[in-house]
C-alpha cells in the first residue's frame, strides 16, 4: 500500500533553535517527494522538490534531504523564526497510470516559540 | 512563479444553498487540476481531478452529483458544492498541474473555509 508517515505529530522548538522532520513513505514507483509548508488556513506552499536521483536540495534556511534506497527523507530548518510555525507535509508522487498521483503525509505541526 | 488563485477565502452558506468556489491560474495554462478537502489537522485528502474539456474522474466516495467540477478553459476550473449541509463544512483547496513549472507543477491555491449553518 502506498503510504507517507511523518514524525513527529507536532514539535516546538524555540526560536533560533534547528530542527528536523522525518518522513518514510512506501510509494512505488517513486517519481518525487516534495516539502511543502502549510500555514493555518491557508493552502501548501512547495518548499523542495527531488527527484530519485537527488540527495538534497536547499531553500533558504530549509534543506532536505532524500534517500531513495531506505526510502526515507527529512526537512531541516536553520535558524527557526517565529514563521516558521506551519505545518509540514512531505508529498510522495507516484506513476498511477494515466496520470501521476500524490500521496500526502499527515504532516508534522511545528510551533516555534519566543 | 506560477501562481493558482483561490477564490472566495472564507464563506458562509445556509444549509440547502449550493456555493461555487473558482480556481484560476494566473500565468501559465492548466490542463489538469486537483481538488482537495482538509478537515482539521488532517492531511489534504482528494476529492476529484479535472482536465479541461472533459468530465472531471472522482475519487471513490465522492458524491458526483454533490461536488461539480468543471474545466471549461485551460485557466479556470470549478468546484460547486450543491446542497450544502453542514458535514459539508471544511476546507477545500484547489492545485493545478503544468509541466515544466518551476516546483515541477502541482501549485496550490490559497484554499476556501466552508462554514455551512
Known amino acids: 500500500k502506498n503510504q507517507v508517515e511523518q514524525s513527529p505529530q507536532s514539535l516546538i522548538i524555540l526560536e533560533g533553535k534547528n530542527c528536523t522532520l522525518q518522513?518514510?513513505?512506501?510509494?512505488?514507483?517513486?517519481?518525487?517527494l516534495r516539502w511543502y509548508k502549510q500555514d493555518t488556513g491557508r493552502g501548501p506552499v512547495s518548499l523542495t522538490i527531488?527527484?530519485?536521483?537527488?540527495n538534497t536540495k536547499s531553500n533558504g534556511r530549509y534543506t532536505a534531504t532524500l534517500d531513495a534506497d531506505t526510502k526515507q527523507s527529512s526537512l531541516h530548518i536553520t535558524a527557526s523564526q517565529l514563521s516558521d510555525s506551519a505545518s509540514y507535509i512531505c508529498v510522495v508522487t507516484f506513476y498511477g497510470g494515466a496520470t501521476n498521483k500524490l500521496i500526502f503525509g499527515t504532516g508534522t505541526l511545528l510551533a516555534v516559540q519566543p | 512563479g506560477a501562481v493558482v488563485s483561490q477564490h472566495p477565502s472564507r464563506v458562509i452558506c445556509k444549509s440547502g444553498t449550493s456555493v461555487k468556489i473558482e480556481c484560476r491560474s494566473l500565468?501559465?495554462?492548466?490542463?489538469?487540476m486537483f481538488w482537495y478537502r482538509q478537515f482539521p489537522k488532517q492531511s489534504l485528502m482528494l476529492m476529484a481531478t479535472s482536465n479541461e474539456g472533459s468530465k472531471a474522474t472522482y475519487e471513490q466516495g465522492v458524491e458526483k452529483d454533490k461536488f461539480l467540477i468543471n474545466h471549461a478553459s485551460l485557466t479556470l476550473s470549478t468546484l460547486t458544492v450543491t446542497s450544502a449541509h453542514p458535514e459539508d463544512s471544511s476546507f477545500y483547496i484547489c492545485?493545478?498541474?503544468?509541466?515544466?513549472?518551476?516546483?515541477?507543477?502541482?501549485?496550490f491555491g490559497s484554499g476556501t473555509r466552508l462554514t455551512v449553518v
Open positions: 492545485s493545478a498541474d503544468s509541466p515544466g513549472q518551476a516546483g515541477g507543477g502541482y501549485t
Open positions: 518522513c518514510n513513505y512506501t510509494v512505488s514507483p517513486f517519481s518525487n
Open positions: 500565468d501559465f495554462q492548466a490542463t489538469t
Open positions: 527531488m527527484t530519485f536521483s537527488e
